[in-house]
């Protein structure tokens, strides 16, 4: 467990490390404007995968281990052909009209179609190796994707000298085709499971788990931007420059509550004891909590003096967004945990609600707080929405498990199974000699 958990938090620092790198190459080589049109193509891509992950999202995650293979691809694919088939009319009709072109850039239509058909193959695979607990296989897959994603930039702009906006759109379709043809190679042996169940059933079941977590999904978004809102109303948008950088930041500790997360909703979608998925989701819960809450830390206690230094002194109020938003950082690691556990029992309606509890605290925080302290009232609005979050998830959680407040606190139990968990990784990968060896 805890070799998935480090496999899947390597991955991600990595994914982080090449991001900065193609960021770096791009502002450097390609300028802001084409940066800028490859972005928001990056943007549309996000957009429009949501109605494709309706049922062909991270719920396949949930169905993996109940359902026959065949039936899910069956159901995934004809739904992304659909979606696929429903964006290109639409955008045929809006073609006639400059309303196109005011979130896709001009020329780039036709390769942002091709863009979300790719990716919503190989976000399929990713997730059906989730479901089987092949987390390993899945964080090898995303590697390929995207170091394919940045070799291939480096290639489009100093090989083939393309010094525009195509170079990063181009190396995207790269990575997502590579990733998608590995992944494929992966999950095909599964095309054997052909139990035989209802593909309109499923399709019903899937839509209405799919629905429901995209719901959350913006909800939780609209949660984000509303402080962007207020403090471009009531400050200026240097502002909203230094709070988007300081929250960045910030949220490179939640790769720790993400890695761990990743890993208990693979784990209790394969459960079926309950009571074994609620104990596993408190000991994930404290773990995602105090790393997070460590790390957020030891970001507070680096001097103004540091920040300023690597992001220039305009920027030197980072470091006020990071201590304001720190609690909300540890408490959106619960958030990702409950949220995960939720999902893998088939109750992602507290996920929703949850996100419903947060706008209701986020609305009349961020209106006050924002015009009285600037960007330190969005981040202390962030938190109070986060505790208001995991409040209510908390509390549906302990009806639901029958769990008790003193099991948030460490034990030597849990202690003794982390020291374990440590041990058998470091022995399986030579870092440590069995003591038969020892001796």
Aim: charged share 15%; hydrophobic share 50%; glycine share 6%.
């Amino acid at each position: 467990m805890l070799e998935k958990i480090f496999g899947t938090f390597s991955t991600r620092v990595l994914n982080a490390l090449c991001g900065f790198i193609t960021l770096w190459i791009g502002t450097r080589y390609l300028g802001s404007t084409a940066w800028g049109i490859g972005g928001t193509v990056l943007v549309d891509v996000t957009l429009l995968l949501i109605g494709v992950e309706l049922m062909a999202g991270s719920g396949l995650i949930y169905f993996t281990p109940r359902k026959s293979f065949r039936t899910i691809m069956k159901t995934s694919f004809l739904w992304i052909f659909i979606v696929i088939s429903v964006y290109s009319i639409l955008f045929y009709i809006l073609s006639f009209t400059p309303a196109l072109n005011v979130f896709v850039p001009e020329g780039y239509e036709v390769i942002l179609l091709i863009l979300v058909f790719v990716y919503s193959f190989h976000n399929f695979n990713l997730n059906i190796l989730i479901g089987k607990e092949r987390v390993n296989t899945q964080n090898i897959i995303f590697i390929i994707q995207f170091m394919t994603q940045m070799l291939s930039m480096i290639g489009y702009i100093f090989i083939l000298d393309i010094r525009d906006a195509r170079a990063f759109v181009y190396s995207l379709l790269t990575g997502y085709i590579t990733g998608c043809i590995c992944g494929f190679f992966t999950i095909i042996k599964y095309i054997n499971d052909d139990r035989h169940e209802s593909l309109k059933a499923c399709m019903k079941e899937m839509l209405h788990f799919g629905t429901i977590i995209q719901l959350s999904s913006l909800l939780s978004l609209l949660n984000k931007r509303l402080s962007f809102y207020f403090i471009k109303s009531f400050s200026n948008i240097s502002d909203v420059g230094i709070y988007n950088s300081g929250t960045q930041v910030s949220e490179c500790t939640k790769l720790i509550g993400h890695s761990i997360a990743l890993v208990q909703f693979s784990k209790i979608s394969n459960l079926k004891d309950e009571k074994k998925a609620a104990q596993l989701t408190i000991l994930f819960l404290k773990i995602a909590v105090a790393a997070t809450l460590f790390f957020n830390i030891i970001l507070c206690i680096i001097p103004t003096e540091v920040y300023s230094w690597i992001f220039t002194d305009a920027f030197s109020g980072i470091r006020i967004v990071i201590i304001t938003t720190s609690l909300g950082m540890a408490f959106m690691a619960a958030n990702i945990v409950f949220s995960h556990y939720f999902s893998g029992i088939n109750k992602p309606k507290h996920n929703l609600m949850a996100s419903a509890v947060g706008l209701v605290v986020t609305i009349p925080s961020v209106s006050t707080l924002v015009p009285l302290y600037g960007i330190a009232g969005a981040g202390i609005s962030f938190t109070l929405t986060s505790l208001a979050t995991i409040i209510y998830q908390w509390i549906v959680f302990k009806k639901l498990s029958s769990a008790k407040s003193r099991e948030l606190l460490p034990t030597a139990e849990d202690i003794s199974l982390i020291k374990k968990e440590i041990m058998s990784f470091m022995t399986k990968n030579g870092l440590r000699k069995e003591k038969n060896e020892v001796q």
